[in-house]
């Protein structure tokens, strides 16, 4: 069975940084689809950032330039480095896999249980 366990979460200042894990257990991730999303209070749900089957990454744009999606594939692990971070980038973040493509049209079938970020000003 996929299990997908975040990690890392917790409190920050603005402009201060936190590094969110994301270690994944009957799933490879080199060569799938892995993400992070997150859904703030009230919100819907939003892609962070995605590393593609391809290897190629996207990000959102209000994250651009200051969050850093990684992994090593020897631990099957995900990484979101976050930095300059805003307290609009609270949050509870979700890591999320796919085998193959990231899906367009729908979210990838496995989900992690979340960590929360919560920045203050």
């Known amino acids: 069975q996929v299990r997908l366990v975040e990690s890392g979460g917790g409190s920050a200042q603005a402009g201060g940084s936190l590094r969110l894990s994301c270690a994944a257990s009957?799933?490879?991730?080199?060569?799938?689809?892995m993400a992070w999303f997150r859904q703030a209070p009230g919100k819907g749900r939003e892609e962070v950032a995605q590393?593609?089957?391809?290897?190629?990454?996207t990000y959102t744009a209000s994250v651009k330039g200051r969050f850093t999606i990684s992994q090593d594939n020897a631990k099957n692990t995900l990484y979101l480095e976050m930095n300059n971070l805003k307290p609009e980038d609270t949050a509870m973040y979700y890591c999320?896999?796919?085998?193959?493509?990231?899906?367009?049209?729908?979210?990838?079938?496995?989900w992690g249980q979340g960590t929360q970020v919560t920045v203050s000003s």
């Open positions: 999320a896999a796919e085998l193959g493509w990231c899906p367009l049209r729908r979210g990838p079938s496995y």
């Open positions: 009957e799933f490879t991730t080199s060569g799938n689809c």
């Open positions: 590393i593609n089957h391809d290897g190629s990454i």
